[in-house]
């Protein structure tokens, strides 16, 4: 609904840091002509889709076998993946919510690229079976605990470092709702505090992999629910749909091939709320077609722009865009936003005939229409579905 044919400025990219059916018919009406995303911020022209693999079918109760067969992912081997499904387990065993799990495995990705290292300074270290040598201080062990945590011989064992991190995770207010790398900061007091979130991303799917989708669950009235992450609620990869309505005009169709994003259909003053912790990239009103910035009205189709508008960056490159705001949203650039929190309410701003929110998510921290890839496989994967889309 964003999408109007303003020209695009060729061999220009833009990137960012190095950081149900009933709807169909109404939204092809809210939706107008062009790319969502062809304003202002996107002067590229290429289309190419990224394909995002479905995630494993979700599981509840899916209690992670520590000594069989394990899955396959790139970056890590499996004596890693194995110490990983000993985290989930010990996670598990506790009863803890499967966000916790990924809080923990991304933790010690971060701590010791899932590895139990001795430590070159600690000499009793050395005699005990380890699969590598750190050097940080006296730290051993998969999250690189130092003495306070245990004995060498303690720290060293993957399921009691696992149970130290939780046992203090859990004491840690509101853990549940923070971004990941602030909970696990709290826990782990690093010198470099923002390093862990660049690992949820993976987290996520190897805690898919190793207990059957449980990345996708969230946690209803004590419950584990599989892919129900809307209204506030955060599924354990981190994300949540940014409003609860029904998706209506999908990604790049026949009739919309520039179509960079999904319509979702929803009441004026609808909250919309981020979809992952992140930083807030750009907050403000996109010029239309007349270079005019008249976002503080309702738009039409072919007016132009995408009204008032948030981009936003979030662990593992990814953007996501929030299109035709009623007013001025209520973030402004730079600023540190948590998954669910309110940045804006639904309107009808910019190139649009009809109150919703146009969204989009981008890849490799690229905001242009190069960087688009399908919101609806992607959200689905995460726990967070968008209602209404097949």
């Known amino acids: 609904m964003s999408d109007t044919t303003r020209k695009t400025l060729p061999g220009r990219q833009v990137r960012v840091g190095a950081l149900a059916a009933a709807l169909t018919a109404a939204m092809a009406l809210l939706c107008c002509t062009g790319g969502a995303g062809a304003f202002?911020?996107?002067?590229?022209?290429?289309?190419?889709?990224?394909?995002?693999?479905?995630?494993?079918?979700?599981?509840?109760?899916?209690?992670?076998?520590?000594?069989?067969?394990m899955p396959r992912f790139s970056e890590y081997g499996e004596r890693q993946l194995r110490n990983a499904a000993v985290i989930i387990k010990v996670g598990q065993d506790m009863e803890l919510p499967p966000r916790a799990w990924v809080i923990a495995v991304a933790t010690a990705m971060q701590e010791s690229r899932l590895l139990n290292l001795a430590n070159s300074t600690v000499a009793a270290s050395k005699d005990i079976p380890h699969e590598g040598i750190g050097w940080d201080h006296d730290s051993v062990g998969l999250f690189q605990q130092r003495p306070g945590w245990g004995t060498v011989r303690q720290r060293m064992d993957p399921a009691y470092a696992a149970r130290k991190f939780?046992?203090?995770l859990v004491k840690v207010d509101n853990w549940e709702q923070l971004p990941l790398t602030v909970a696990a900061q709290k826990v782990q007091i690093s010198a470099f505090p923002d390093a862990y979130a660049k690992h949820e991303e993976l987290a996520s799917r190897?805690?898919?992999?190793?207990?059957?989708?449980?990345a996708r669950t969230v946690q209803i009235s004590g419950r584990k629910v599989c892919d129900a992450a809307a209204g506030g609620e955060i599924a354990a990869s981190g994300w949540t749909a940014p409003i609860p309505g029904g998706v209506g005009s999908g990604f790049r169709t026949a009739e919309r091939p520039k179509h960079n994003g999904v319509d979702i259909a929803a009441p004026k003053e609808t909250k919309i709320r981020a979809a992952a912790?992140?930083?807030?990239?750009?907050?403000?009103?996109?010029?239309?077609?007349?270079?005019?910035?008249?976002?503080?009205?309702?738009?039409?189709?072919?007016?132009?722009?995408?009204?008032?508008?948030?981009?936003?960056?979030?662990a593992g490159g990814y953007i996501t865009r929030y299109c035709h705001m009623l007013y001025?949203?209520?973030?402004?650039p730079g600023q540190m936003v948590e998954a669910g929190e309110?940045?804006?309410?639904?309107?009808?701003?910019?190139?649009?005939?009809?109150?919703?929110?146009h969204y989009e998510v981008h890849v490799n921290e690229d905001r242009s229409s190069n960087g688009a890839i399908n919101p609806v496989p992607f959200m689905r994967e995460r726990g967070a579905p968008l209602k209404g889309a097949a």
């Open 166 to 168: 939780y046992e203090k």
């Open 206 to 214: 190897i805690v898919d992999a190793l207990a059957g989708g449980a």
């Open 40 to 69: 202002l911020l996107t002067e590229l022209g290429g289309e190419t889709d990224q394909m995002i693999n479905t995630a494993s079918n979700c599981g509840t109760e899916n209690t992670v076998d520590v000594t069989g067969d």
């Open 277 to 314: 912790s992140g930083r807030v990239l750009i907050a403000k009103c996109d010029p239309d077609n007349r270079e005019r910035l008249s976002c503080n009205e309702d738009g039409w189709p072919n007016k132009g722009g995408c009204g008032w508008f948030v981009d936003m960056l979030h």
């Open 328 to 332: 001025k949203p209520l973030v402004v």
């Open 342 to 357: 309110v940045i804006g309410v639904v309107g009808s701003s910019g190139n649009s005939s009809g109150p919703h929110l």
